[in-house]
């Protein structure tokens, strides 16, 4: 920041019915409180220098050659302005639109946690069904080793894979 656009805070004291006219012109003009105080202070100095400057004007202090500085300074103050005002403007969209991003992702976020608490019950269900199956195991193993000792009749050739098929399907094993 250059020297003339270098920030500086102000500390005044003022009667409390000040203050509170202060706050109504504030709230009646829809700003916010610094916003506000800049522009009450802002909006008094020109007056004052304004008014200045029509008292040079009307007791003849103030040449032609002074009247034209003036018109260059409220050209910058004017254009000045304008620039303030796009940027505000500019400033208020990006506000919307950060808002409705923000409420988008708020949305999604809600939605996420949905799937995430269905997928914590989905995994729990699955934990559940797997320490079944785990225990179901080591019956499993122990019936597998005795067909050894059960003699089993010969089956024709090419019946063999349907059957080790069948001993071993999913619901054979969830049956048992």
């Given at each position: 920041?250059?020297?003339?656009?270098?920030?500086?805070?102000?500390?005044?004291?003022?009667?409390?019915?000040?203050?509170?006219?202060?706050?109504?012109?504030?709230?009646?003009?829809?700003?916010?409180?610094?916003?506000?105080?800049c522009l009450i202070l802002g909006s008094g100095l020109g007056y004052l220098?304004?008014?200045?400057?029509?008292?040079?004007?009307?007791?003849?202090?103030?040449?032609?050659?002074?009247?034209?500085?003036?018109?260059?300074?409220?050209?910058?103050?004017?254009?000045?302005?304008?620039?303030?005002?796009?940027?505000?403007?500019?400033?208020?969209?990006?506000?919307?639109?950060?808002?409705?991003?923000?409420?988008?992702?708020?949305?999604?976020?809600?939605?996420?946690?949905?799937?995430?608490?269905?997928?914590?019950?989905?995994?729990?269900?699955?934990?559940?069904?797997?320490?079944?199956?785990?225990?179901?195991?080591?019956?499993?193993?122990?019936?597998?080793?005795?067909?050894?000792?059960?003699?089993?009749?010969?089956?024709?050739?090419?019946?063999?894979?349907?059957?080790?098929?069948?001993?071993?399907?999913?619901?054979?094993?969830?049956?048992?």
């Amino acid at each position: 920041m250059d020297a003339q656009n270098e920030v500086v805070t102000f500390e005044i004291t003022v009667a409390s019915a000040t203050a509170r006219e202060v706050e109504r012109v504030i709230a009646e003009n829809g700003w916010e409180r610094t916003e506000g105080l800049c522009l009450i202070l802002g909006s008094g100095l020109g007056y004052l220098q304004g008014e200045k400057t029509l008292k040079a004007i009307e007791s003849g202090a103030m040449t032609a050659q002074d009247l034209h500085k003036l018109v260059p300074r409220m050209m910058e103050t004017e254009s000045r302005l304008a620039v303030l005002r796009f940027r505000a403007f500019e400033l208020e969209r990006s506000n919307q639109n950060w808002e409705l991003s923000t409420g988008a992702i708020q949305n999604e976020r809600m939605g996420l946690r949905g799937v995430v608490h269905r997928l914590r019950e989905e995994i729990a269900a699955l934990k559940a069904e797997n320490a079944q199956l785990r225990r179901q195991l080591p019956a499993q193993e122990t019936s597998s080793q005795s067909p050894a000792a059960t003699p089993q009749p010969r089956v024709q050739a090419g019946l063999g894979w349907l059957r080790l098929f069948r001993r071993n399907s999913p619901k054979e094993m969830s049956g048992k």
